[in-house]
């Protein structure tokens, strides 16, 4: 099961892909998580340390290693290097979770940039066409990180907005983007609903099809989030968002994934 989840800067993406990486992790799966977003804040979120965040850095960082890979320095570089052993190597391995901390894609526009997106690219593309179990992606505000080929890869791509206008404009134009590179299955998360004209505020916005699920503003995850302390957050983003997790497993999708061997 491939699941990338996107939407406009502030909308919740993060503890939505943090819940459903352990809820996935405590069913028994061996869960990717990737932190494709330019905040790299999925780690903390997750109860990762600072001293464990130091230890590996991201990869957008690792220049030697890029370098190594895509053979950049003499002009020319390799556009699909080989990183199958990066997933593993360079992952921070928590519990049935290895969680992959990728940087932001650099300007595209900028040429200098281009074998650090390449192994980046690269990194997308093994996760989302290799024979991993459960791979969840939280990505910055697009879907930059995505090709035609990989988009495919992706099972379902879940795009998170609040009961704003900005945020629904926002999470169409991704929907449209989504639709036009090929992803099979896309979704619409409601986040941060606070009252019942914001509810019917999403369901207006959106066709009952393309909404998953609405998630209510949790007074206790803001106050959990102000801890210095993330590894308190655990069960309160948990239970948080378990109602989307549980439409994802009644669907089906997750029965393609294949179990950790035990």
């Known amino acids: 099961m491939k699941i990338a989840i996107t939407g406009k800067g502030g909308v919740g993406k993060t503890t939505l892909a943090a819940g459903l990486v352990k809820l996935f992790a405590r069913r028994g799966f061996q869960v990717y998580a990737v932190d494709a977003d330019p905040d790299i804040s999925l780690g903390t979120t997750l109860g990762v340390t600072e001293e464990e965040l130091k230890s590996q850095p991201p ?16 002009g020319f570089y390799i556009l699909n290097p080989q990183v199958d052993d990066v997933l593993d190597k360079y992952s921070i391995d928590l519990d049935g979770i290895k969680l992959l901390r990728m940087g932001g894609f650099k300007n595209a526009g900028s040429s200098c940039y281009c074998p650090e997106n390449a192994f980046l690219n690269a990194v997308v593309n093994s996760l989302l066409l290799g024979k991993h179990d459960v791979v969840i992606l939280d990505f910055g505000a697009g879907i930059e990180h995505l090709t035609r080929g990989t988009a495919r890869g992706v099972d379902l791509m879940l795009i998170v907005t609040e009961p704003t206008k900005v945020s629904v404009d926002t999470a169409r ?31 207006n916005s959106f066709k009952p099809e393309e909404l998953l699920g609405l998630l209510e503003y949790n007074e206790e995850l803001w106050e959990q989030s102000m801890l210095e302390d993330p590894r308190g957050m655990e069960e309160v983003i948990v239970h948080s968002v378990s109602s989307i997790f549980d439409v994802i497993m009644k669907e089906g999708g997750v029965e393609r994934a294949t179990r950790k061997s035990s």
């Open 173 to 203: 134009v991704i929907q449209k983007l989504s639709q036009e590179m090929g992803v099979p299955k896309i979704k619409v998360v409601g986040n941060k609903v606070r009252t019942e004209k914001e509810k019917n505020f999403l369901r």
């Open 59 to 74: 990869l957008i960082e690792m220049k030697e290693l890029i370098k190594e890979r895509t053979g950049a320095g003499g």
